[in-house]
């Protein structure tokens, strides 16, 4: 499998990646509350989960599988969870988009399926023997973790929302009357928001902070 050929090429495409799904969200809000396409309005909250989502299970996971200093097997628990979404993504925008038949129970069993997929794959992997393959680790719990909060998500979606046909809603408002599900979705992304910058500085520097603390 190909990996990057240095920590610095690493680094740099993890932060072009972050950078082009930071314009990405941005736009994205602009034109979904603007433009109001198929979907409704979408809150704060349930945007920045969506943008941690797609950095968990798709931008992170393709950065991951190509990190040579992790273990093969590792590596391929991050690529079985890149593919398993990159065929989500296509058969789901295909339903949100084009037919117009888009079921949270799908994702709500594509959702338990990539979790219990993740935990295999994660015992089969064993122990870490290095520094950056621990904090790899226990990144990859934490994104079978995540996994929770979006069934839950799934699950209020099916019971407030109708998700089919031209004035399906994907995507919950902000709305007092929907507080409870965005206080959830607050919670989460202010835990993804303090937990992925201190993972990115351990994992992306894991090399370069064993030095120093060796040298010291």
Request: charged share 10%.
């Amino acid at each position: 499998m190909w990996t990057f050929a240095s920590e610095r090429s690493l680094q740099r495409a993890a932060a072009t990646c972050i950078a082009l799904l930071a314009a990405a969200t941005v736009a994205f809000y602009w034109i979904q509350n603007h433009f109001r396409p198929v979907g409704g309005e979408i809150s704060v909250p349930k945007l920045l989960w969506l943008s941690y989502a797609i950095a968990l299970w798709g931008v992170l996971p393709a950065l991951l599988a190509l990190d040579g200093r992790l273990g093969d097997r590792l590596r391929q628990a991050f690529a079985a969870l890149l593919a398993l979404m990159l065929l989500r993504g296509a058969i789901e925008l295909c339903m949100l988009y084009v037919l117009l038949n888009w079921s949270t129970w799908y994702g709500f069993v594509h959702d338990l399926g990539c979790l219990l997929v993740l935990a295999a794959l994660g015992y089969r992997a064993g122990r870490p023997r290095s520094p950056v393959q621990r904090v790899a680790t226990v990144h990859l719990a934490v994104t079978a973790a995540a996994f929770l909060p979006e069934m839950y998500f799934a699950w209020y979606m099916q019971a407030h929302f109708a998700t089919s046909g031209e004035h399906a809603i994907y995507f919950v408002p902000d709305d007092p009357k929907y507080a409870d599900v965005l206080r959830v979705t607050t919670a989460v992304v202010v835990s993804l928001s303090l937990y992925l910058p201190a993972f990115l500085l351990r994992w992306l520097y894991a090399k370069t902070l064993v030095t120093h603390s060796t040298a010291q």
